[in-house]
């Protein structure tokens, strides 16, 4: 019951969200560069996108492949444990409600919401 629990969870988080709301923007003077601080994701920001392209063309194998070089590229990354979580959910959704897959997929949505509680999927860049 906490799988199925844990998955309809992770599910709603698919939904499609309303954008962001504008950023004010500070007059000239106030204005300060921006801090070069590097991203825990952005090593797996390639393999992200092309899981993303491969998966909404439905191609889950590949798109599982892409999202698994971007766990390896950064353990750290919510979004690359998430997506990963997501399609192996996806390629074993037509079979039996307690595939072992299954588990995986959960551990996976654990692992993404355990590094970043509030993460967001986002489906368009």
Known sequence: MALSTLLLA???????????????????AEQTAPAAVPTATEPAEGPIDAGLQAYKRRHFAK???????????????AA???????????????????????????????????????FQPRWRK
Do not use: C, N
């Open 63 to 77: 798109a599982e492949d892409w999202f698994r070089q971007a766990v390896d590229a950064d353990p750290g990354s």
């Open 80 to 118: 690359a444990h998430f997506y990963l979580g997501y399609t192996i959910y996806k390629r074993t959704e037509p079979k039996r409600p307690f595939h072992p897959d299954k588990q995986k997929a959960a551990e996976q949505f654990a692992r993404a919401y355990e590094i970043d509680p509030g």
């Open 10 to 28: 992770a599910v709603a988080f698919v939904s499609p969200q309303a954008p962001p709301e504008p950023m004010a923007v500070q007059p000239a």
